[in-house]
């Protein structure tokens, strides 16, 4: 069992940077596979990015590539999402989330076992 918390969320004009944590509590951390979704109001839950369990893979949607970077710390038992050079249309609310497959990494959210409540990004233009 794990349990994400996310935070670091909150309004920023478009250009602008945020750091997005989400600490993790249970045992086994470093063996899952961790990921960051995002949902604006009225579409779908997206993919955004997701890290090895070691952190050495990375993967990310096309979207936010070159502007976001994944990380995690496992000895913290944490993940981080640098987001650089915002836009209106980053607007969501973000979700981590962990799986425990043996895969590489997960694009699809139904791969993800644990999900925290998310934390709000705002970009206003």
């Known amino acids: 069992q794990v349990h994400l918390v996310e935070s670091g969320g909150g309004l920023v004009q478009a250009g602008g940077s945020l750091r997005l944590s989400c600490a993790a509590s249970g045992r086994s951390f470093s063996s899952y596979v961790m990921g960051w979704f995002r949902q604006a109001p009225g579409k779908e839950r997206e993919f955004v990015t997701t890290i090895s369990a070691g952190g050495a893979y990375t993967y990310y949607a096309d979207s936010v590539k070159g502007r976001f970077t994944i990380s995690r710390d496992n000895a913290k038992n944490a993940v981080y999402l640098q987001m650089n050079s915002l836009k209106p249309e980053d607007t969501a609310v973000y979700y981590c989330?962990?799986?425990?497959?043996?895969?590489?990494?997960?694009?699809?959210?139904?791969?993800?076992?644990?999900w925290g409540q998310g934390t709000q990004v705002t970009v206003s233009s």
């Open positions: 989330a962990a799986a425990r497959g043996t895969w590489r990494y997960y694009l699809r959210g139904e791969d993800y076992d644990y």
